[in-house]
């Protein structure tokens, strides 16, 4: 029974810093910018919380800094892809190596620094129930900001006016011009979103998850957040059911040794990118399916002019 | 029609890095008006509605709209003033619902203002523009979108109501269904600006006629007292030598087809069934039809983009080839210009130099051992500029800068310049001012006089008793046997096109014996 709590328990500790950079993806590619930059956004978001935290002791302006410094990251890659028309993939890739490369250099004189544990909810009686008290009311308030943001997430795209506005970004964006939306703001708000929530996802890493500093600590978890979002083709709620799932895988290597699984941990580190590529094939079999899914603007450059 | 202008333009002047789109234009359109804008293309027709409509401000000249200055910084202004625009390109999202696309074409207040649905549904329904809300874009014919497009305007009550090229993607039939519907709004007080080059659809339908030519103004007249001929050549600006064609001897078949059946491979294709005809040296067959009744298909299987089974289905000087792809036709003597202009018969982002490649780097020899050469290749792309009068900064320039017609005329030059023994084109004039289609039927009727066989699939009734020798009509996938042009009237073939006649029929059965 404590084995099985504290796998679950892994589960949402490896699933949360998921949800939130793919939900930020998400959003971003809705309105039709294809941002690879996830990584480098979580980085420096990790970064910065770690430092913000140390420095203040507070663990919610942490958290506030790890979205800013993200927030920020998305708006430098606004700037050159919407503004200056750069190249979409090789300026996110390049926005990857920027914040890996950043974070180190900031990140010199906080290694080895460690942080007090990140403050738990605790509702008398309701934590205290067995097994399902610590799983459903004994997290940490980021937890229930990831879940409680993918839910305002699938209702600002479904229900509102303005996520209606930021869906007809993606899907044409001449279409939305003409009628008369600012097609490029639209996309700067979704891209720093998108950054913001990569940034939280980072805090996560080096508030919770460790609470250490260390160098490329969000080893890969960006590029899965991205094929999170095609894995999700594009639906919020969809995105936290593949954060968790391949949380579990991520946790299941941890403990594959004392599960006794013969598998190779990579073979288990490869799942999610084989589960993405499967999806992939699956929902680009039926064309209509796929075209209704995927945002058709996604990672085209918007210029008035044309 | 009352005499108050409901729109004014005064000396409108917008300019862009290195042309004048408009220059000093003026004219007003009359409340209940159907007010036609006649041009070619580049004439300045898009920009002015773009102004009117708010998507770009005008560097210096005023407008009134119903009698206040009007300078709509944006669509939204535009339409909060009453002026509704239907574009050409339209501006639909597919994946979205009738209802969402709706909604986003109105300001905030307007589409939260009562049960949007239902208004839709009374809208549509009271002016036979039979739209569901709640179906996908995505899933809607052409028609269909355009009636999404129209009831979206008509929501917001517009006292102007902007129609650029709205007939260029419809049927014969949807277009008559368009008519009725502006000429019912131009009666309910409605003014209407109509951009299109199809003459005579402005002469059945318009009130009066403003022509622009190189961003002016150059004259305005009542399009229903003119001739087809003499608006053409205000909006050219001289006389219109129509090409005439001249009796030929047809000589040797150089093409054969012989019961040729194909299954269409798109979803909703049309399959050929047993289509067999042959052209002769000389002559020049027209393939009349309305869209999507196996023209698609038909050139798939010309071109060799789907190769047949048995090669003696389709015959070059009685050798099959039918199971031989496109570069090796070519090599044989064919040449080929598919309907779409940027995609399929150029690429849009390479220049012209460079697209001259695509079809005749074998023979003219462009690129020797494989080698690009520059010098002919740019040579050659500069023969037909010359040769087409095609009007481009340089060979140099993107494909996709030139306008419709100007690029129109670089593929077809490309293509007869090459000197082919057959030549197959699909809509060689769509959406091509009168003075480009005039010179591009010039080159068609040489290229057949000096012994090649040319094909001609086309929508276009004028163009084919123009340039062909003998029609024949494809309806459904079948081809009807072809009768000289000579023996045929628009009205026998509009009957054939829409399939229904006992001829038509009759026809049919014979064609199958």
Known sequence: MDLVLSILLGVVVAATPLAFAAIGELVTERSGVLNLGVEGMMIIGAIAAFAATYGTGSYIIGSLAGALAGAA?????????????????????????????????????????????????????????????PLLFGQDGLVYLSI?????????????????????????????????????????????????????????????????????????RGWIALALVVFASWKPTRVLGGAYLFGGVA???????ALGLRVDPQILSMLP?????????????????????????????????? | ??????????????????????????????EGEIHALLGENGA???????????????????????????????????????????????????????????????????????????????????????????????????????????????????????????????????????????????SEGCSILYISHKLEEIRSLCDRATVLRGGRVVGSCDPGQETTRSLAEMMIGATLNTPRREPVEPGAIRLQVAELSLTSDEQFGVDLENVSFNVRAGEILGVAGV??????????????????????????????????????????????APEERLGHASVPGMSLWENTLLSAGASNDLAPGGIISIANASRFAGEIVGALNVKTASVRSAARSLSGGNLQKFIMGREILQNPKVLIASQPTWGVDAGAAAAIHRVLLELAKSGAAV???????????????????????????????????????????????????????????
């Open chain 1, 73 to 133: 990251m998305g708006a430098l890659f606004g700037v050159l892809t919407l503004s200056l028309m750069s190249n979409q993939v090789a300026t996110g890739l390049a926005l990857t190596l920027f914040g890996l490369g950043l974070s180190a250099l900031i990140g010199q004189s906080y290694s080895g620094v460690s942080l007090p544990r990140f403050p738990q909810v605790h509702i008398p009686i309701l934590t205290d129930i067995p097994f399902v008290g």
């Open chain 1, 148 to 220: 409680a943001l993918v839910a305002g997430v699938s209702w600002f795209l479904a229900s509102t006016r303005a996520g209606l506005i930021l869906r007809a970004a993606g899907e044409n964006h001449d279409a939305a011009h003409a009628i008369g939306y600012p097609v490029i703001g639209i996309r700067y708000l979704a891209v720093m979103f998108g950054g913001a929530c990569a940034g939280l996802g980072g805090a996560y890493l080096s508030l919770v998850q460790t609470p250490l500093w260390v160098e490329n600590m969000s080893a890969g």
């Open chain 2, 44 to 186: 300045g027709k898009s920009t002015l509605v773009k102004m009117i409509y708010g998507v770009q401000k005008p560097d210096s000249g005023e407008m009134t709209f119903r009698g206040k200055p009007y300078a709509p910084a944006r669509p939204f202004d535009a339409r909060a003033e009453g002026v509704g625009m239907v574009f050409q390109h339209f501006s639909l999202f597919e994946t979205l619902t009738v209802h969402e696309n709706i909604a986003l074409g109105l300001s905030k207040a307007e589409a939260a203002r009562g049960d949007l649905r239902r208004r839709i549904i009374d809208v549509s329904a009271a002016y036979g523009l039979k739209v569901d809300p709640a179906r996908l874009v995505g899933t809607l014919s052409v028609g269909e979108r355009q009636r999404v497009e129209i009831v979206r305007c008509l929501l917001t009550g517009p006292k102007l109501l902007i129609m650029d090229e709205p007939t260029s993607v419809l049927t014969p039939q949807e277009v008559g269904v368009l008519f009725q519907t502006l000429r019912r709004l131009a």
């Open chain 1, 273 to 306: 990118y084989l589960a993405t590529i499967v999806v992939l094939v699956v929902i680009s079999r039926d064309r209509m399916t796929m075209t209704l899914n995927a945002p058709a603007c996604l990672g085209r450059a918007f210029h008035a002019s044309s």
């Open chain 2, 455 to 513: 094909l001609i699939i086309s929508q276009d009734l004028d163009e084919l008793f123009t340039i062909s020798t003998r029609i024949s009509v494809i309806a459904g996938g079948h081809l009807f046997a072809s009768q000289p042009t000579e023996e045929l009237t628009v009205e026998t073939l509009g009957l054939a096109m829409g399939g229904r006649s006992k001829e038509i029929r009759a026809a049919r059965e014979a064609a199958h014996v």
């Open chain 2, 291 to 336: 869209a999507g009744n196996g023209q698609t298909e038909l050139m798939e299987a010309l071109i060799g983009e789907r190769t047949l089974r048995f090669p003696r289905q389709i015959q070059l000087d009685g050798v099959p080839i039918g199971h031989e792809g496109p570069k090796a036709r070519r090599s044989r003597g064919m040449c080929f």
């Open chain 2, 1 to 30: 029609m009352t005499d108050a202008p409901i729109l004014k333009l005064q000396g409108v002047t917008k300019t862009f890095p290195g042309v004048i789109a408009n220059d000093n234009v003026s004219f007003a359109v009359g």
């Open chain 1, 251 to 257: 946790i299941l290597q941890l403990h594959s040794q």
